[in-house]
């Protein structure tokens, strides 16, 4: 797991291309445009505003194989009587989007909204400005549960292939809201991602409901803070509930299977799965954490992942995070550049069960036996991502369920 080959699972640099590909505002002239800022969209009617559109034989347009309508069914419906329902399909050859032309009411804080999937899989959320700059998060969902998605607008990230001339989100020259499923872009990657991202293909329905641009933050689980005397960058303190990372899965029986968001893994963020600490600052540990859940084979290898890009991280000197284990395990702590080049620190077996502190130097980590590096360290400011990886069975260690609970993961700046 420590070299390229094995990791060209990861999805850093996969989550941006989606809305990006469906081209700028102004090419959006069949959407239904908003009068005026709104900042509720609670779907007890019809769409207001939201249009289905797809790139599909390199034409952009309207979707006409996918379907949107307001269900009224209970069970589909999360506030009030109706909720939007997003039929489409996932298929090479096309990236589908739900998009609304929408403009911020002053003084918006953060979005929140309710979402829904009948497969288990990463949703991007997309803010998109005038001048096409894109903000975005990335969340995962699980299979048919709903899930509350709460962040404040100043913690979107920029996209990857985009830019903005001052680096921040300006509320008033926002005019387009999308969301994107992360498997329509999965299954047209060329080669070996491509191949073993088939099993994602067919129909799927997206559920959104109770859309809210709110002039009240949401808690901070991310970005640049100053506490406790510390200058640090929040990579996920899991106060705000929502699901950031990317499970995937490697098998490595007879030759090397990849397997981005495995059917049998839970990931949660609940109370129970918190380190020690009373989350007095966001980077304090308590509160809220990560339970990721898992049945670990003799020949899997089980990871989570957490993107990075485009955040301001020159300054960074030390990662710090919690993480407990359910059963003795090897943790690869592994931290990649945009080049691919892969830093790690790992925790041995029998220092695994039971909530353990790390808090080590950048510069301490070492590099994976099959990776490379033009200079052989760490840069700070060409970090891309940072993966936790239970990669037991490299060492044969007993399978079963496993549970890996992570809290208070932040970057330490000088």
């Known amino acids: 797991m420590a070299g390229r080959e094995s990791n060209s699972w990861t999805v850093c640099g996969l989550l941006v291309a989606g809305l990006l590909a469906l081209g700028g505002p102004a090419r959006l002239p069949q959407a239904q445009a908003q009068d005026g800022a709104r900042a509720a969209y609670d779907f007890e009617t019809d769409a207001q505003g939201f249009t289905a559109f797809s790139v599909k034989d390199g034409n952009f347009g309207p979707d006409g194989d996918s379907t949107l309508k307001v269900t009224r069914e209970k069970a589909e419906a999360k506030v009030g009587s109706g909720a939007l329902a997003y039929g489409y399909k996932v298929e090479p050859g096309a990236i589908r989007a739900l998009i609304a032309e929408a403009r911020v009411p002053a003084g918006t804080h ?34 048919f549960e709903w899930v509350q998605v709460a962040v404040n607008l100043d913690e979107l990230a920029v996209g990857q292939d985009s830019s903005d001339e001052n680096g921040k989100l300006d509320l008033d020259q926002v005019n387009t809201v ?16 491509g191949k073993a991202t088939a099993r994602l293909q067919g129909p799927r329905t997206l559920w959104l409901d109770d859309l809210q641009l709110s002039k009240e933050r949401a808690a901070k689980a991310s970005g640049p803070v100053q506490a406790d005397g510390k200058h640090a ?12 990372w990317t499970p995937a899965r490697v098998t490595f029986a007879e030759g090397l299977a990849f397997d981005i968001f495995p059917a049998n893994v839970a990931l949660k963020v609940q109370p129970e799965a918190a380190g020690p600490g009373m989350a007095r600052t966001p980077l304090e540990a308590g509160g809220k954490g990560l339970r990721f859940s898992y049945k670990r084979g003799e020949k899997e290898v089980y990871a989570l992942v957490h993107t990075l890009e485009k955040r301001a991280l020159g300054q960074a000197e030390r990662l710090h995070l919690n993480v407990s284990m359910s059963q003795k395990s ?11 080049s892969e830093y790690q620190y790992a925790i041995q077996p029998d220092n695994s069960v039971g909530w353990q502190e790390v808090n080590v130097a950048l ?11 033009e200079n052989g360290k760490l840069d700070p400011d060409q970090i891309k991502e940072i993966a936790l990886v239970d990669a037991s069975a490299l060492l044969g260690l007993p399978g079963g369920d496993t549970t890996m609970d992570l809290d208070a993961v932040y970057l330490l700046l000088k």
Not at 122 to 131: G, I
Not at 178 to 192: E, K, Q
Not at 233 to 244: C, I, P, R
């Open 110 to 143: 953060s979005v929140r909204f309710w979402v829904r999937s009948s497969a288990a899989t990463q949703l991007l959320l997309s803010v998109r400005e005038q001048d096409g700059s894109d903000y975005q998060l990335p969340f995962y969902v699980p299979a």
């Open 178 to 193: 999308g969301f994107l499923d992360l498997a329509t872009m999965l299954v047209n990657l060329p080669g070996d991602i």
């Open 330 to 340: 090897l943790v690869l702590v592994q931290v990649k550049e945009k080049d691919d």
């Open 233 to 244: 960058y929040l990579v996920d303190n899991f106060e705000a509930g929502v699901v950031k």
């Open 363 to 373: 510069s301490d980590l070492t590099l994976g036996d099959q990776s490379k590096d």
